[in-house]
């Protein structure tokens, strides 16, 4: 019987050209603006779509893990994601660097807390930028120039009034909200588009608001905000869109980019 080291040789004899160890140049690799890591809900069907969308310029790479969570959102199913935010953080390129770790969950981060996922975040990651959708969202109210809010979850009636809480207590003023109140993660992420657009032109339009918010990772709104707010008139935005923004504007990349409403076209306040 032949050997494996035989039965290589035996299909080296028909080579024509055989080189070996030829030479090489090495570049910076896709990420040579800013490599952004990405840690992913289980059951999002949304977020990486919109990411690619939104941070698709020369020299930006997206990496992901997954984390697992439970379909049916509550506080408590929120709260057990950050037994598993290190390992996830871990897995994203090994021994590259990252700029940024963005963890993908709006509710998650609110009920972990952001100290708490930036810290699980940092076991994995020591020093890297860190963000949440919550707080991508302030930043992103602050570049706006935003103060009143039109507030669009897709919770449960307990998240989405913690949520709005969590606002307040940032210095928000949130006078108007309005919810489908779906605490299944699978039927949120298949709100059809129309049914956004009209809560957003709905709600939006109330003379006591200056902006408006629409939470979830899984809420698809990128690809409508320009439109959104030429028609509205008023800033909007979304986790997803205002996440992409943070880490963009985190990673150094200050680029004006078109297409995707004012956030998109405004850096970060100091």
Known sequence: MSTAAEKVSAADSSLVVDRQNMPYELDAGLGDRA????VVLAT???????????LDLPGVALYESRIYNSQTISPETLAAMEAGMTEATRVIMPGVPLDVVAYGCTSGGMVIGTENVHARIREARPGVACTTPMEATFAAFSA????????????????????????????????????????????????????????????????????????????????????????????ITSSNHAIAWHCL????????????????????TA
């Open 249 to 268: 504007r985190l990673a150094g990349v200050d680029d004006v980019i078109p297409g995707f409403g004012r956030l998109f076209r405004t850096g970060l």
């Open 144 to 235: 706006l120039g935003a103060k009143r809010i039109c507030f669009i979850p897709p919770y449960s009636d307990v998240i989405n009034r913690n949520m709005r809480r969590h606002m307040l207590d940032a210095g928000f003023e949130v006078p108007v909200m309005g919810s489908w109140n779906i605490p299944d993660d699978d039927k949120v992420a298949r709100l059809s588009p129309g049914t956004v657009r009209n809560a957003v032109l709905e709600l939006g339009a109330d003379d006591s608001v200056d902006a408006v918010f629409v939470a979830c990772t899984n809420v698809r709104l990128a690809d409508q905000v320009e439109s959104l707010e030429a028609e509205l008139g008023k800033p």
């Open 44 to 54: 999002d069907q949304t977020i990486e779509y919109e990411f690619r969308r939104l």
């Open 35 to 38: 490599r952004i890591g990405l």
